[in-house]
């Protein structure tokens, strides 16, 4: 113990009792009258001059019992080692007196041990000072306890937190999602009326929806019938954080931090459009891995990542175009030139199926075909067109009337082909990676007749050399590559049909 700053605690102490005059000193004199009187002490009295039994089950004797080595008397006052022992009827004035001069509990306990002693003197003095209004009223708030942390909502947009945030002369709405951290910040720039407010939050929920849960500072301006009413015709719970506890509401709290941070870096460089530049400061904080979760706020809010400009630097190994160009080859019917085929034939009043054989190819999905029965050339789209799988044309057939045969005639066949759009029928043939080439269409379009051929048996033979031929002889004939869009051009010239 220090003693200088005991003696120096002590003689404050003595100094203000000294000035406190209403009270009378507790003396050696009146301490030896009340120990005599004094039931406790009395019994114990008794054991020091008879012997201390082997147990004692009285509970306010105990404390002396363990400390009985301790215990001697003199005069007729106990002592605990160099302490009296106070009787009880002395205890309460003089832990006032212990007191007066509003010492801490350290202060007044060292004081206190070195002149006197009784079971639970420490707690005693705590229990005194605590209880002590002077001293309540004038300590420091004590340490602001570590804020709770928030559950871990279930999901994205579960639970926002909102606040406002004041920047040179204006004022941001912060929306800060409590899951994945996606951020927004917009300027209120109708004021910060609870209508205005709403008028943000709605603009925000239209794109992310509505959360389940709103978390703001209590904050007046906020805390309105009105938002009340709104939060609850939308089944939205109102959350406020604790008056003066910031702490509570420390997501929106470190937003604003951050979103103050952003128009801050903006002032240094250039104070014009600054919610322009926000945008795109907002971007990358929404695109970078939040440390928190570890994960981007735009992959835990949208399911993946923004593509931004550093996206560039990646090379696409998904080549969309590519991708697109066989995608659609794959699902196209398959035809290739010399093919033999059911084309439609459109007459006024209805339309028939009619044979022909492949001329020319136009575009991906237009064909040239020459009708065997009307002796001439038509345009065709593969919705007109079904595979003929056949053997050789019946001669007789496609020499017989065409007026009088066309209404009977019907494609030995599934039913016409469905729409372009819908699902290929189930003559379409995937080729093996191999055949397609995706950097040229003309080469995509070719189908090797061995594959062709699983499905579409034209009975031909030697196919592999007619594949040759075909191919070599045909490329020169075809026209330019049409623009690959996924969907067929209108053609020039292609309107009229026969
Ligand atoms: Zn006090």
Redesign the pocket.
Same mark, same amino acid.
């Given at each position: 113990m220090n003693n200088d700053e005991h003696n120096e605690d002590y003689d404050d102490v003595s100094y203000l009792n000294f000035l406190d005059d209403s009270v009378t000193p507790v003396t050696a004199d009146k301490i030896r009258q009340a120990t005599g009187n004094d039931p406790t002490l009395k019994k114990v009295f008794r054991y020091m001059s008879l012997g201390w039994p082997r147990k004692i089950s009285c509970a306010s004797i105990v404390p002396y019992f363990r400390c009985k080595a301790d215990l001697q008397i003199d005069h007729g006052i106990l002592f605990r080692g160099h302490r009296v022992v106070i009787p009880t009827i002395f205890r309460d004035q003089l832990l006032r007196e212990l @007191?007066t001069g @509003?010492l801490g509990i350290v202060k007044t306990k060292s004081i206190a041990r070195g002149k006197m002693w009784w079971p639970n003197i420490d707690g005693d003095i705590e229990r005194w000072?605590g209880s =002590?209004a002077? =001293?309540v009223a004038v300590r420091a708030a004590p340490p602001r306890a570590a804020p709770a942390p928030w559950p871990r909502p279930p999901s994205a947009w579960y639970r926002v937190h909102i606040d406002y945030m004041s920047i040179h002369q204006k004022v941001y709405l912060i929306v800060i999602d409590a899951y994945s951290k996606w951020l927004e910040c917009l300027l209120m720039d109708k004021g910060t009326t609870t209508r205005a407010l709403i008028c943000k939050l709605k603009e925000i929920f239209s794109r992310f929806g509505v959360p389940n849960v709103i978390v703001s500072d209590n904050d007046i301006k906020i805390n309105s019938a009105e938002f009340n009413s709104f939060c609850a015709m939308n089944g939205i719970r109102y959350v406020t954080s604790p008056v003066y506890h910031a702490a509570s509401n420390g997501q929106a709290e470190n937003s604003v931090k951050t979103c103050k941070k952003m128009i801050k870096c903006i002032d240094k460089t250039d104070k014009s459009k600054v919610e322009d530049k926000l945008m795109g400061l907002l971007f990358e904080y929404r695109n970078t891995p939040h440390c928190s979760t570890g994960q981007t706020p735009a992959s835990l809010m949208m399911g993946r990542n923004l593509r931004s400009r550093l996206d560039l630097v990646i090379p696409d190994v998904n080549k969309t175009k590519d991708n697109i160009d066989k995608c659609v080859i794959d699902n196209c019917r398959k035809f290739n030139i010399g093919d033999q085929v059911w084309v439609k034939w459109f007459t006024e009043k209805k339309e028939i199926w009619v044979l022909g054989t492949i001329q020319n190819k136009i575009g991906n999905r237009m064909f040239l075909i020459y009708v065997h029965t009307k002796n001439t050339v038509c345009r065709r789209h593969v919705d007109q067109m079904l595979m003929y799988t056949g053997g050789e044309f019946d001669v007789i057939n496609e020499t017989e009337d065409a007026g009088a045969d066309e209404d009977s005639w019907s494609p030995p066949l599934e039913p016409p082909p469905a729409p372009a759009g819908s699902a290929p029928p189930a003559a379409c043939v995937n080729p093996p990676p191999s055949s397609l080439r995706a950097d040229s269409p003309l080469q995509a379009d070719v189908q090797p007749r061995d594959v062709v051929s699983d499905e579409y048996d034209t009975g031909l033979s030697g196919e592999e050399e007619e594949v040759e031929e075909r191919e070599g002889s045909r490329a020169p004939a075809l026209p330019a590559p049409l623009p690959r869009l996924g969907r067929v051009l209108r053609l020039p010239g292609t309107g009229s049909y026969n």
């Open positions: @007191h @509003h000072i =002590c002077a =001293c």
